[in-house]
């Protein structure tokens, strides 16, 4: 059963993901400069479009569709109503409830992004090919080198766009830029080997080890995701392991113990294990989507909890556990 | 989670007790340091020019009530026979030997180890009546024509005092009577009879300082004799003894050499009757080192005597603020004046400078939690990871607001393009703020002049014409409408920026040579080297180097008016000329959406954008440039290029006409080198590329950056050394001189409510960050709650 509605186009699993993606063209969300949390140093992450889970907690949930989308600002809009007069599918309405989108007729073409006099619209997915990319991301070589930072590859998932990923890699790695992926796994082993060489560092998810459950709330495969992993520990690339703890799906015991020692026993690459405490700053976006987020009125976790479980990992054997993220405040 | 900065609860019984009494001015009844103006007793007397207050335009309409006030209620001061018949600068240094030997008051406070309190003064110009006849006619034409350029928005300008850093060291290592001796045998060297006499004052004022600082160790040995407490009468007499020593005799131990840098230091406020404002202390680590060295090593001082030494001499200085006390609340809070302290850095030699004695002061800024001194860190590239990392905890600590931070590299490269030697290059200090300048032999009046880069894009506009009243500015650069390219705009743009220029430096010219004439300060020229062996005052050309600084505001504001030109009207074609300028002489009245699109849809200054970031390269190369080629007449002092901008972001705000980067008359023009409010939105690395790209070697002063960040940024030791390194990767790519914000609840509320001017605004939950103005307003609500928390 899936949770998140499937808005535009999504990544189907069972087609061939190569014809999905245009040779040497990304499609990129995002790329944002003075990244200080995925990854070593100071980075430029990089946001790609399409996933091919469809996580309940999804934090990034304009990184699902492979299609551009168009998003609606409310601060910003002066209710000017050059878009509605420039689409051509007729898809914008204002009402009284703000800008209705029929994401149905919308093509993402973006001229009512281009009419907008205030920035109120915008196409959330914009295509590079490697040197837009390259121009962009090499800006800001001189605070990767005083900070043993790099660029991060995110999501989305950056792994389905792998003909981009093996144009981009090599280009990165002849620049002496340290490149990290930050994936859910949860794609063939086939892609991973065209790119392992170029990759200095995988941020890889963990967020359940049940498989049931990991099909039920991610709509993945759970083993192709943990034999990508001990494939990559065997390659020896160095991996940062992360859990989302997301209350009532991942913040159990077992879930943070069976997942630590799966790291113990088979990841020897693995540097450090990252526990992300669940927030809800992405509510916003869900609205702006025209989507349904099965978490908005979930509570945050409390500190100790995340402490709790930060020790649990530790007992499991593991020596680098960090937790992150914003917890409960005094009082709530 | 920082806490929001106070005082350290670990500071001694002493100092606790000394800075409570700072603050609680209204109950001080026995001690303010309000102005106390002193007279000739002439009818004709001046006691104040408004040229020394030519910045403020805030004051221009008090001056009058300014002038008769302290001349009712002036103290008279007895002058001595053939008074009238000595030169203008004997005449001044004998009326200032006069008061501070005999009539500034002496006051000690109970438990204080450094004193000297009274210092806010002011002093009669001295002048005949001959004099004030001629100076009147000068300073009131001078003051008519700034004005009127004032008032249309090109400028504001004067010859403001403070703003230097004077030979501290000198005065430590020789003491005023090796001063005098020096000034001495440079006498006998000239022949020429001026230069003679005007050494004779100088020697004049110097010798006031010997009976000024015996007044404070009578006063002491006075104090003692009633004194129960026995330690506090050992400390009295030992306060006796250094002010018997200091300044007059060379300083031997760490508490001397702070009583005379102290002195010598408040009676530049007193001879110059301005409290406080950019009277900077230079490399205060540098030159105090060896007294603290040789205490430690010999046993006569502990590091803790040597802290709580400091702290006593910290509070000093704030006593500046006194003379505001009825005026402002919070005295000391609601404004900055910036005696200066720099610290840390390269040496001469190139070598990292930082000592015991740094690492101290940091101590001393985090637990002191006081406005003044005020404190720039030299960072270079041999700067250590331990230091900067220490550096970067007092800004979390602190909340980034104990000191600005100065890039080494990036200011001397300005410094040697100015053409200073290379040993006082590496030698810097930093003035008020972030103001670059040599130690005791420069003063390079770094607030003295401040243009409007904005408002040449209005006189292009309207041809030359003030929008808002219709007076003719500046000559006419052609119908706009008629410009075939974005070349032919632009050239325009400079032909107007180059006229208002010239008006500018006109009019500062006039300040520069009114004050040179008629008001020599003698005491001070003591302090900076140049001035006897020219024989000329600090003021007149005297020191080694002599500069005018020249601060643009507004930068980023034109650069972005020139885009959104470029782009919409040429590149694009957009709109037309034509309704450009209409939309902007009605102030985008009714034209809600061409603003818009002119606000949000140009490029903008800030966000490592050529096409934009080019231009404002051409704009600040092109006047930083043309300054530097234009000497003030009377004084030959050279103008050189900065962004200070100190407030005049606001002043100038509307006096500028609607602008076409979609700003309204009257909001606020871009301050120093930042982008205009909102419009950086690609975070801090492109706001330090785009500052990079000015090529800031022509703006010798250095340049005001300013970046917000979260305190989630800074939290635990993994971010702080990104943030270190992001220190580190400014002095590559950046500017010369940054100061940390940190992100308050405060901020945070008003973007809840103006989210346009926040648009840039991004704000991290641990592991997470997000545009604030995007988010729904509940979750900006427990944003807000969390950092009010965590500050």
């Given at each position: 059963m899936l949770k998140v509605p499937l808005v535009g186009k999504q990544f189907d699993g069972n087609k061939d993901l190569v014809s999905e993606t245009r040779k040497s063209e990304g499609m990129i969300f995002n790329v944002q400069r003075y990244s200080t949390e995925d990854g070593p140093g100071i980075r430029t992450t990089v946001f790609m479009k399409g996933c091919p889970l469809k996580c309940i907690w999804c934090q990034n949930p304009e990184g699902l569709s492979t299609e551009p989308e168009l998003m609606w600002y409310q601060t910003r809009c002066v209710a000017a109503l050059e878009c509605v007069k420039v689409c051509q599918e007729e898809a914008l309405k204002l009402t009284e409830d703000g800008m209705r989108i029929d994401r149905g007729k919308c093509t993402g073409c973006g001229e009512c992004v281009k009419a907008c006099p205030a920035g109120a619209l915008e196409l959330i997915g914009k295509t590079y090919n490697a040197e837009e990319l390259l121009d962009e991301v090499l800006r800001d070589r001189a605070f990767y080198d005083k900070s043993n930072g790099g660029v991060t590859f995110g999501g989305g998932e950056p792994m389905l766009q792998i003909d981009f990923l093996e144009d981009v890699l090599p280009k990165l790695k002849e620049a002496n830029i340290h490149v990290a992926i930050d994936t859910c796994g949860a794609v063939p082993w086939k892609y991973f080997e065209r790119i392992i060489d170029y990759v200095d560092l995988f941020?890889?998810?963990?967020?359940?080890?049940?498989?049931?459950?990991?099909?039920?709330?991610?709509?993945?495969?759970?083993?192709?995701?943990?034999?990508?992993?001990?494939?990559?520990?065997?390659h020896k690339i160095p991996m940062w392991?992360?859990?989302?703890?997301?209350?009532?799906?991942?913040?159990?015991?077992?879930?943070?113990?069976?997942?630590?020692?799966?790291?113990?026993?088979?990841?020897?690459?693995?540097?450090?294990?990252?526990?992300?405490?669940?927030?809800?700053?992405?509510?916003?976006?869900?609205?702006?989507?025209?989507?349904?987020?099965?978490?908005?009125?979930?509570?945050?976790?409390?500190?100790?909890?995340?402490?709790?479980?930060?020790?649990?990992?530790?007992?499991?054997?593991?020596?680098?556990v960090r937790w992150s993220g914003p917890t409960k405040m005094e009082g709530d | 989670m920082a806490k929001m900065w106070e005082p350290s609860e670990e500071l001694s019984d002493r100092v606790k007790k000394l800075r409570t009494e700072y603050f609680s001015f209204y109950d001080r009844e026995y001690f303010r340091n309000e102005v106390m103006p002193f007279t000739t007793g002439t009818d004709w007397d001046q006691l104040y020019s408004y040229h020394d207050w030519g910045d403020v335009p805030e004051l221009f309409n008090y001056f009058a009530g300014i002038t008769d006030s302290l001349k009712s209620m002036a103290i008279k001061v007895d002058l001595p026979e053939n008074f009238w018949n000595e030169s203008s600068a004997t005449r001044r240094a004998v009326f200032f030997k006069k008061v501070i030997e005999e009539y500034l008051p002496v006051k000690i406070l109970d438990g204080e180890l450094i004193v000297g309190s009274y210092?806010?003064?002011?002093?009669?110009?001295?002048?005949?009546?001959?004099?004030?006849?001629?100076?009147?006619?000068?300073?009131?034409?001078?003051?008519?024509?700034?004005?009127?350029?004032?008032?249309?928005?090109?400028?504001?300008?004067?010859?403001?005092?403070?703003?230097?850093?004077?030979?501290?060291?000198?005065?430590?290592?020789?003491?005023?009577?090796?001063?005098?001796?020096?000034?001495?045998?440079?006498?006998?060297?000239?022949?020429?009879?001026?230069?003679?006499?005007?050494?004779?004052?100088?020697?004049?004022?110097?010798?006031?300082?010997?009976?000024?600082?015996?007044?404070?160790?009578?006063?002491?040995?006075?104090?003692?004799?009633?004194?129960?407490?026995?330690?506090?009468?050992?400390?009295?007499?030992?306060?006796?003894?250094?002010?018997?020593?200091?300044p007059w005799e060379p300083a031997e131990t760490f508490h001397e050499a702070l009583q005379s840098v102290w002195f010598t230091h408040m009676l530049i406020m007193a001879a110059e009757s301005y409290p406080g404002p950019g009277l900077s202390h230079g490399r205060f680590d540098q030159y105090m080192y060896p007294y603290y060295k040789k205490d430690i090593e010999e046993g006569r001082l502990t590091k803790e005597f040597a802290k709580e030494l400091l702290e006593c001499f910290w509070i000093k200085h704030n006593y500046a603020y006194d003379f505001m006390g009825f005026v402002g609340v919070k005295q000391g809070i609601t404004s900055g004046f910036g005696q200066l302290m720099t610290i840390g850095g390269i040496t001469k030699e190139g070598k990292d400078a930082v000592n015991e004695l740094?690492?101290?002061?940091?101590?001393?800024?985090?637990?002191?939690?006081?406005?003044?001194?005020?404190?720039?860190?030299?960072?270079?590239?041999?700067?250590?990871?331990?230091?900067?990392?220490?550096v970067c905890e007092s800004i979390r600590k602190t909340q980034g607001s104990a000191f600005l931070l100065n890039f080494d590299e990036n200011s001397i490269k300005g410094l040697l393009w100015e053409g200073?030697?290379?040993?006082?290059?590496?030698?810097?200090?930093?003035?008020?703020?972030?103001?670059?300048?040599?130690?005791?032999?420069?003063?390079s009046g770094t607030v003295d002049v401040n243009p409007n880069l904005a408002k040449p894009v209005e006189l292009v506009l309207s041809n030359g014409r003030d929008m808002l009243t219709g007076k003719r500015v500046t000559s006419k650069t052609g119908s706009p409408e008629k410009f075939l390219s974005y070349e032919e705009f632009e050239k325009a743009y400079f032909e107007q920026l180059d006229q208002c220029m010239g008006k500018t430096l006109e009019s500062a010219s006039k300040a520069d040579e009114i004050r040179a004439k008629y008001e020599p300060t003698p005491y001070l020229s003591t302090l900076v080297e140049g001035c006897a062996e020219k024989g000329k005052d600090v003021r007149n050309g005297g020191p080694i180097y002599n500069f005018i600084t020249v601060e643009g505001v507004g930068l980023a504001t034109a650069a972005d008016s020139l885009a959104a030109v470029k782009k919409f009207v040429y590149d694009d074609k957009q709109i037309t000329m034509e309704e450009l300028i209409e939309a902007i002489k009605d102030n985008f009245e009714g034209k809600e959406n061409l603003r818009r699109m002119l606000s949000t849809k140009a490029p903008k200054y800030g966000n490592d954008d050529d096409y934009v970031d080019s231009i404002a390269r051409n704009i600040s190369r092109h006047w930083t440039e043309e300054v530097f080629t234009h000497t003030s007449p009377y004084t030959g002092r050279r103008f050189r290029g900065g962004y200070l901008s100190w407030n005049y972001f606001i002043d100038f705000a509307p006096l500028t006409a609607a602008t076409p980067d979609g700003r309204l008359r009257g909001t606020y023009l871009s301050n120093g080198i930042q982008p205009v409010q909102g419009k950086d939105k690609k975070g801090p690395t492109a706001v330090i590329r785009s500052a990079g790209k000015l090529g800031l070697e022509t703006v010798p002063n250095g340049a005001s950056q300013v970046i917000a960040f979260s305190s989630a940024s800074l939290e635990d030791e993994e971010h702080l050394k990104k943030f270190a390194s992001l220190l580190r990767a400014y002095g590559e790519v950046g500017g010369t001189s940054l100061m940390i914000n940190m992100i308050d609840p405060e901020t945070l509320k008003d973007a809840q409510k103006r989210p346009e001017e926040y648009d840039n605004l991004v704000v991290r939950v641990t592991g997470y960050n997000a545009y604030f103005a995007t988010l729904g307003k509940e979750i900006q609500d427990e944003i807000i709650a969390r950092e009010s928390h965590a500050v």
């Open positions: 941020l890889f998810d963990l967020k359940l080890l049940d498989e049931e459950k990991f099909r039920e709330y991610t709509g993945g495969n759970m083993c192709l995701v943990t034999d990508n992993a001990r494939e990559i520990s065997s392991i992360r859990t989302p703890i997301i209350p009532g799906y991942t913040d159990d015991k077992e879930n943070i113990e069976g997942i630590s020692q799966f790291i113990n026993r088979n990841l020897a690459s693995a540097q450090r294990y990252d526990l992300l405490a669940f927030n809800n700053m992405c509510k916003s976006k869900y609205g702006r989507l025209d989507m349904n987020w099965e978490l908005k009125h979930a509570r945050l976790i409390g500190k100790e909890r995340m402490e709790e479980f930060k020790k649990i990992a530790e007992d499991a054997g593991l020596s680098t | 210092f806010s003064t002011a002093l009669s110009k001295c002048f005949t009546k001959k004099e004030v006849k001629k100076w009147w006619k000068e300073e009131s034409k001078w003051l008519k024509e700034m004005m009127r350029l004032h008032e249309v928005g090109v400028m504001n300008c004067g010859a403001i005092s403070g703003h230097i850093v004077p030979d501290y060291k000198k005065v430590l290592e020789t003491g005023f009577k090796g001063i005098k001796e020096e000034i001495e045998k440079q006498m006998e060297g000239h022949d020429e009879e001026a230069k003679r006499d005007y050494c004779k004052s100088m020697i004049i004022a110097i010798e006031g300082t010997k009976r000024f600082a015996e007044r404070y160790a009578e006063e002491a040995e006075q104090l003692a004799e009633n004194e129960k407490n026995e330690q506090r009468k050992k400390e009295l007499l030992e306060v006796a003894r250094i002010c018997r020593k200091v740094t690492w101290l002061l940091l101590d001393v800024i985090d637990d002191m939690n006081m406005l003044e001194p005020k404190r720039n860190i030299r960072i270079s590239k041999k700067t250590s990871d331990e230091f900067l990392m220490r200073l030697s290379e040993e006082d290059a590496m030698d810097y200090g930093v003035v008020g703020c972030l103001e670059n300048t040599a130690q005791g032999k420069d003063r």
